[in-house]
């Protein structure tokens, strides 16, 4: 059972709507429409009070700050919101993977992790870019305020939630 540090992003429609169609899995699995910090997280079991504590604490210490969904780009199999500046994300993305090094950022597969809002996947995605450019360019760029971190934890084998809530106060 797995968990994941991620920002989410209020009031996402038609975000979500496209999430819907085009990352279905994500979205029955209850995942909102999100930019991750890190993931995988602890798995489930590991998710401890002084772990917990840990995460209050630097999250805390963390001042909110805002970006932009400015436009749309693609992966081979991946359609995804571009958050503009990504600076803060990525600051606070690293500070994460320092901090717990025993949970590389999607199991050590990429050289760099770039910030971004997933759209569409395991799809076609030079195919479906257009279809989902379409729908959501009316929507950018879109103001998105970073006043905390959800963490999500599967609950139950493919089932999602939030466990907790990091409000940051730096």
Known sequence: ?????????????????????????????GIPF??????PFAPREE???EL?????????????FEFDLARIAVWPDVVYAVPEPDAELRRCMQALFDRFPQ?????GIHDEVMPHAT?????EAAAVFP???????????????ARDVA????????RWRERELFPLRG
């Open 103 to 107: 949970w590389p950022p999607y199991g």
């Open 131 to 145: 279809e989902i450019e379409r729908r959501v360019a009316p929507h950018l760029p879109r103001r998105c305020q």
């Open 1 to 29: 059972m797995e968990s994941a540090l991620v920002v989410v992003i209020d009031n996402a429609e038609p975000f979500d709507a496209v999430l819907r169609e085009f990352a279905v899995e994500t979205f029955e699995l």
């Open 151 to 158: 963490l999500l934890a599967e609950y139950e084998p493919n």
């Open 47 to 49: 998710l401890s009070e």
């Open 52 to 64: 917990l504590a840990d995460l209050r604490s630097f999250f805390a210490a963390w001042p909110p």
């Open 34 to 39: 999100h930019v991750t910090l890190l993931y």
């Open 119 to 123: 759209l569409a996947e395991d799809v």
